[in-house]
């Protein structure tokens, strides 16, 4: 009997053993403000990652060193915008025409948003412009 006890015991000992590892799953709902939330970083991201695109496409790179805009300060300064800024930045590329007659229009909207922020005194780009810090 005591070898028939034994064995049950490390039997226990065993299933116990296994089943302390165990958790349990827990399904909950989540909420919409968390989803939403995700996808809206998920989308904002992804408008980063197309502006730097077109930021890094030849014609645009040549037309903003002509102007004489730093590239590594530009990339420097598209990664600070916000979200909601990147977002507009955004829009407004992908409403721009395709021919080159309105990527100036987008090199002199970043110029000008490089200019504020240096007047602004968050970064110096330009060496013409005084902060008003």
Not at 20 to 26: H, I, N, P, T
Not at 31 to 58: M, Y
Not at 94 to 109: C, N, S
């Given at each position: 009997?005591?070898?028939?006890k034994k064995?049950?015991?490390?039997t226990?000992?065993m299933?116990?053993?296994?089943t302390?590892?165990?958790q349990?799953?827990?399904?909950?709902?989540?909420?919409?403000?968390s989803?939403?939330t995700?996808?809206s970083?998920?989308?904002v991201?992804?408008?980063?990652?197309?502006?730097?695109?077109?930021?890094?496409?030849?014609?645009?790179?040549?037309?903003?060193?002509?102007k004489?805009?730093?590239?590594?300060?530009?990339?420097?300064?598209?990664?600070?915008?916000?979200?909601q800024e990147?977002v507009?930045?955004?829009d407004?590329?992908d409403?721009?025409p395709?021919?080159?007659?309105?990527?100036?229009g987008?090199?002199?909207?970043?110029?000008?948003?490089?200019?504020?922020?240096?007047?602004?005194?968050?970064?110096?780009?330009f060496?013409?412009?005084?902060?008003i810090r």
């Amino acid at each position: 009997m005591t070898r028939t006890k034994k064995l049950l015991a490390w039997t226990v000992a065993m299933a116990m053993s296994h089943t302390a590892g165990l958790q349990a799953a827990q399904a909950a709902m989540i909420a919409t403000d968390s989803v939403a939330t995700h996808s809206s970083l998920t989308q904002v991201e992804a408008r980063r990652a197309q502006v730097l695109a077109t930021l890094n496409r030849a014609d645009v790179a040549e037309a903003l060193v002509a102007k004489g805009v730093d590239m590594d300060a530009a990339r420097a300064r598209i990664a600070s915008l916000s979200d909601q800024e990147v977002v507009a930045l955004a829009d407004q590329l992908d409403r721009a025409p395709a021919g080159a007659a309105d990527i100036l229009g987008t090199i002199v909207f970043i110029f000008v948003l490089l200019l504020v922020t240096d007047i602004l005194g968050f970064t110096k780009v330009f060496p013409f412009t005084r902060s008003i810090r």
